[in-house]
């Protein structure tokens, strides 16, 4: 596929991923009270999963698939960055989409009976092995590291230090997800933040994909972080 097809492409998916994300998350908040619900007893959980089975489903659904899609944009991305870690970034974006659909996908495919039969155990070791370890440690780590990789692979290519200080910054607060499940104060409200950023910087950087292509390597123009 030619350089500049191959951009727009992933330009599209970028975009694509950030809205259907957030449209998805915003819907959740509306029908299920996503994420707070999620601090309450099981049985409160499993009561309103029940209550609003079919959006809460479609929703997690849809958060899944724009999950996957990071995937390809990994594939594409690296393969533009042309580089060794533009190699790495491929297999940590990978690795990170697939960790992360298969803690959402734990609401389609296994909560529903779950709350059908309302077995609060059975959602708790659920919610605690898919949920807190796979989708969200996982996943924050991944995610974290897949940015960091392809922020030095590609992305310092295409504009000044602020677009790497932004990626990078967004990396930092996503990480710090982590510490959530150890009640660490502020580390919730820190990862929201990273995330919210984190959709800004992909936004951004789907329009500087778009427009150009990356600066060579090893061009002595490159912008490059301060050491």
Same mark, same amino acid.
């Given at each position: 596929?030619?350089?500049?097809?191959?951009?727009?492409?992933?330009?599209?998916?970028?975009?694509?991923?950030?809205?259907?994300?957030?449209?998805?998350?915003?819907?959740?908040?509306?029908?299920?009270d996503?994420?707070?619900?999620?601090?309450?007893?099981?049985?409160?959980?499993?009561?309103?999963?029940?209550?609003?089975?079919?959006?809460?489903?479609?929703?997690?659904?849809?958060l899944?698939?724009?999950?996957? +899609?990071? %995937?390809?944009?990994? $594939?594409? *991305? @690296?393969r !533009?960055?042309?580089? /060794?870690?533009?190699?790495?970034?491929?297999?940590?974006?990978?690795a990170?989409?697939?960790?992360?659909?298969?803690?959402?996908?734990?609401?389609?495919l296994?909560?529903?009976?779950?709350?059908?039969?309302?077995?609060?155990?059975?959602?708790?070791?659920?919610?605690?092995?898919?949920?807190?370890?796979?989708?969200?440690?996982?996943?924050?780590?991944?995610?974290?590291?897949?940015?960091?990789?392809?922020?030095?692979?590609?992305?310092?290519?295409?504009?000044?230090?602020?677009?790497?200080?932004?990626? +990078?910054? %967004?990396?930092?607060l $996503?990480? *710090? @997800?982590? !510490?959530?499940?150890? /009640?660490?104060p502020?580390?919730?409200?820190?990862?929201?933040?990273?995330y919210?950023?984190?959709?800004?910087?992909?936004?951004?950087?789907?329009?500087?994909?778009?427009?150009?292509?990356?600066?060579?390597?090893?061009?002595?123009g490159?912008?490059?972080?301060?050491?």
């Amino acid at each position: 596929m030619p350089s500049a097809k191959v951009r727009r492409v992933v330009a599209v998916l970028m975009v694509l991923a950030v809205v259907l994300v957030n449209a998805a998350f915003i819907g959740l908040g509306s029908v299920f009270d996503y994420p707070d619900i999620l601090q309450e007893p099981a049985d409160e959980i499993l009561a309103k999963f029940r209550a609003h089975k079919a959006a809460v489903v479609s929703l997690f659904l849809v958060l899944a698939a724009a999950s996957a +899609l990071l %995937a390809p944009i990994a $594939i594409l *991305l @690296g393969r !533009l960055a042309a580089n /060794d870690l533009g190699v790495w970034s491929i297999r940590v974006g990978i690795a990170a989409a697939v960790v992360q659909v298969i803690g959402l996908l734990r609401w389609v495919l296994i909560v529903p009976f779950i709350a059908d039969r309302k077995d609060t155990d059975a959602f708790e070791t659920v919610h605690t092995v898919l949920g807190k370890v796979v989708g969200e440690t996982f996943g924050y780590l991944l995610t974290a590291a897949w940015t960091v990789l392809i922020v030095y692979a590609l992305a310092k290519r295409m504009a000044g230090r602020w677009f790497s200080y932004l990626g +990078l910054a %967004a990396a930092g607060l $996503i990480a *710090l @997800g982590v !510490l959530v499940p150890l /009640d660490v104060p502020g580390t919730d409200f820190a990862n929201f933040v990273g995330y919210i950023l984190w959709s800004v910087w992909l936004l951004i950087f789907a329009g500087l994909v778009w427009r150009r292509p990356p600066s060579p390597l090893h061009d002595p123009g490159t912008p490059q972080l301060a050491t």
